[in-house]
């Protein structure tokens, strides 16, 4: 069986990322999933998350659906895809894959890459939980 690798902030952990983690657990035998840095996040989008890297690592942790939830790096969001060698890598329907798909040719890594169909992006995305917590 293969190994997984995925991305995201997870700031606000919905059942929306749930279905995202299943779906990709279904392709292999371990998942790893890779939490995106508060100073990564906040030069891609301009703001910081709600919560701190750690307590959203810890919120993906408690999912019990990876098999290594683990923080990415903050100079080289990519490096990791070197490091941990995987066969498959999911990223989400919202997700751009331009830079990863980039990096896979750039270092001739044999990677495949699969794209996770949305679950109810109508009701379940961040962005909209953060409008709701706001008010």
Request: net charge positive; aromatic share 8%.
């Amino acid at each position: 069986m293969a190994k997984i690798l995925t991305f995201g902030t997870f700031d606000i952990v919905h059942k929306g990322h749930e279905y995202y983690l299943q779906k990709a657990k279904k392709f292999g035998n371990e998942l790893i999933v890779i939490i995106a840095r508060d100073k990564n996040v906040l030069l891609e989008r301009g703001k910081l998350p709600l919560n701190h890297e750690t307590k959203r690592k810890e919120h993906v942790e408690l999912l019990n659906i990876a098999d290594k939830v683990m923080l990415g790096y903050e100079d080289n969001r990519l490096r990791i895809i070197q490091e941990l060698k995987p066969d498959i890598i999911c990223l989400g329907y919202d997700q751009n894959s331009l830079s990863v798909e980039k990096f896979i040719v750039d270092n001739n890594l044999d990677i495949k890459i699969v794209r996770i169909d949305a679950f109810k992006p109508e009701i379940f995305k961040s962005s909209k939980f953060k409008i709701i917590g706001s008010m």
